[in-house]
């Protein structure tokens, strides 16, 4: 058996911080990661690249990607929001012998835990509470309080899935949560797996 390029998914309530511990991991080069930019419908935050951060798709140009069956998964998120992991981005990453990382909700992420059971850890990024996740949105200020709202009315739906996932990594304490992340993740991505029937 051979170490194959791997799927690494964090998953979790907007705002418990999976951005955050994913942009820590990829600082680490020996975890030799690369990042899965995934396609959105929704435009650009202030900061936010097309490219670096999202494909920024737009709601027609995302739907005609579904129908072009271009996604190894998506999801409507949000009313209204589109995103998805584009194929192409995927094998794109894998050729250039990265494992991948992946910022994506709690469906998605175990959609692709489904399709590739033995080559993906799936870690849901649990937050010390639903208020703190409130908390945590409004001094990120990217979103409005109607918005805000919707985000933190899903959240007790995305934790009643956490024992789904591989590994909960709890987000209270930001560097004990790096380390568990870092550790989780060199762990799994040195283990010799099976390759996957994919679906
Ligand atoms: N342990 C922590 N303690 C306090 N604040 C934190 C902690 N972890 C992350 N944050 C802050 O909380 C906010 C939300 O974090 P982040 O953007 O990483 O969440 P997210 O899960 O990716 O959310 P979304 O799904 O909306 O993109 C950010 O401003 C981040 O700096
Ligand atoms: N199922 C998928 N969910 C995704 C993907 N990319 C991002 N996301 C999730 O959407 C929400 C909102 O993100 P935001 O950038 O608008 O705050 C968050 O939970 C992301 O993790 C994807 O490709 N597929």
Request: hydrophobic share 40%.
């Amino acid at each position: 058996m051979k170490v194959l390029p791997k799927l690494i998914v964090f998953s979790a309530p907007s705002g418990a911080g999976k951005t955050t511990l994913v942009r820590h991991l990829l600082t680490q080069e020996d975890l030799n990661l690369a990042f899965s930019i995934s396609a959105a419908s929704r435009e650009a935050r202030d900061g936010e690249v097309h490219g670096k951060d999202y494909y920024f798709l737009g709601t027609h140009e995302f739907k005609n990607r579904i129908r072009a069956n271009d996604f190894l998964e998506f999801e409507e998120v949000y009313k209204d929001q589109f995103y998805g992991t584009l194929i192409e981005e995927v094998e794109r990453l894998w050729a250039q012998g990265k494992h991948v990382i992946f910022d994506i909700d709690v469906v998605g992420g175990l959609r692709l835990k489904k399709k590739f059971p033995n080559r993906t850890l799936a870690i849901f990024v649990k937050p010390p509470s639903i208020n703190e996740l409130q908390i945590r949105l409004k001094k990120r200020k990217t979103e409005t309080a109607e918005k805000i709202a919707m985000r933190v009315a899903k959240a007790s739906t995305e934790m009643a899935t956490a024992p789904q996932f591989d590994v909960i990594i709890e987000n209270d304490n930001l560097d004990a949560a790096k380390l568990k992340a870092f550790q989780t993740v060199h762990e799994f991505i040195n283990k010799e797996v099976s390759d996957d029937e994919e679906e």
